[in-house]
């Protein structure tokens, strides 16, 4: 088979991961990092593997990809992990989600009964079944849905584990390198223009997460509709008498919003996040970083001792329905005969976008099956629901407000 030449616009851990399975089948890959890489979205993550714990009824089709790609995160940690020659702080305690008041308890009974509906293996817990998994936890605690099979990763192992296995396969990374211009001719894609000059490939991978839509060169017919959700966090250092082990995560019926608390195998303690829709503003704010602290200090009070190690803000990117887009640019023939006019198709491009808040969960299926579209033209029935082309109304790509 005819070496393909490869260039991704990304280098966070669905760009590194593409790469890493391009390069170790045998392709020659390039990665354009606009900053170092792994150091956005991917860095600012907790590193939450639960598709369990946030499951809603309306995305089923999300749900399930979610519960794919956890199922292949054993098979993912060993190889990365053999090929990097670096732990990545897998770990599979679990999830605890809780309720503080009467009204949490109502709202918590409410989703557990919705997950019951999609037949998931999660557990009703008093508050005292609770603290016997977490002692740490509030005696404000009244109940608790158990996640079990929710798990976690210490993404920031996992951005440097990737780099590593990228490299050591062969693959090229420029960092600090913007892609001023996807190029585009004749309805090919056939390279990226940086400040550096052209560069010509057979395939561009457009994995720029909450910039995808900024990068010159692509009709805006077929621009994904990506944007950034700042997301503020923080993480402390535990101590003697508050080692939490499960993450635990807050339902608070009258709060702003709630929190969630990751436990790390260094002693750090993850606390996140707000969702906010301020554009490309990475600025932390008080009232963010004191919901984070209330918060946690009010389902685990202990927390109101442990130094604070670092704050920062993430942007997310957020697609029209907060699920990812994934695989070709939709061909005209994929559109009804009727359409009013005439939408641009771009070959030898591949979207891998979008991924909002499960970037981490959902890096192996989609590394998987963006290489596997790459190197055999088969798109999988795991990430055929996820094209652009959900977003077309009547032939129009629609790119009003999503529901938040």
Not at 88 to 103: F, K, P, Q, S
Not at 170 to 175: D, M, T
Not at 287 to 298: D, H, I, S
Not at 348 to 365: C, D, M, S
Request: a neutral charge; proline letters at 6%.
């Amino acid at each position: 088979m005819e070496k393909r030449n490869v260039i991704i616009i990304g280098g966070g851990v669905i760009g590194l991961g593409i790469g890493w399975q391009l390069a170790k089948a045998g392709a020659s890959v390039t990665i354009y990092e606009r900053d170092k890489a792994g150091r956005a979205a991917s860095w600012a993550a907790a590193g939450m593997l639960a598709p369990l714990a946030e499951a809603h009824s309306e995305e089923p089709e999300l749900l399930k990809l979610g519960c794919q790609s956890l199922a292949r995160y054993p098979q993912w940690v060993r190889e990365l992990e053999a090929d990097a020659q670096m732990p990545i702080g897998y770990r599979v305690e679990g999830t605890l989600i809780v309720g503080l008041e009467a009204d949490d308890t109502d709202q918590l009974r409410h989703l557990y009964t919705a997950q019951q509906h999609l037949g998931l293996d999660v557990n009703w817990l008093t508050g005292r079944d609770a603290r016997d998994i977490e002692p740490a936890l509030s005696p404000r605690v009244t109940a608790a849905i158990h996640c079990a099979r929710d798990h976690q990763v210490d993404n920031r192992l996992m951005v440097n584990a990737l780099q590593r296995a990228y490299q050591a396969c062969g693959g090229v990374l420029h960092e600090n390198s913007i892609v001023e211009r996807i190029a585009i001719k004749n309805g090919v894609a056939t390279g990226v223009q940086t400040e550096g000059g052209f560069h010509k490939a057979d395939v561009v991978v457009l994995a720029a997460g909450c910039w995808a839509a900024e990068i010159e060169g692509l009709p805006d017919a077929i621009r994904p509709p990506v944007r950034p959700v700042k997301g503020q966090m923080l993480a402390l250092q535990m101590e003697t008498g508050i080692a939490i082990k499960t993450v635990i995560r807050t339902i608070r019926a009258r709060y702003p919003m709630s929190v969630y608390l990751v436990p790390r195998s260094d002693g750090r303690l993850i606390v996140g996040a707000t969702s906010e829709e301020m554009g490309f503003d990475t600025r932390l704010t008080a009232g963010g970083v004191f919901e984070l602290l209330r918060g946690a200090w009010e389902a685990v009070p202990g927390v109101y001792e442990l130094p604070i190690l670092e704050t920062w803000a993430g942007l997310r990117p957020g697609s029209r329905d907060n699920a990812p887009i994934l695989g070709k640019v939709p061909k005209l023939t994929s559109f009804a005969r009727a359409a009013p006019c005439p939408r641009p198709s771009v070959e030898n491009l591949i979207l891998a976008t979008g991924h909002y808040r499960n970037g981490i969960l959902l890096t192996p299926i989609t590394a998987y099956e963006i290489a596997k579209l790459i190197l055999t033209g088969e798109l999988s029935e795991a990430i055929a629901p996820f094209q652009l082309d959900r977003f077309f109304v009547g032939g129009v790509l629609q790119r009003n407000s999503p529901k938040l």
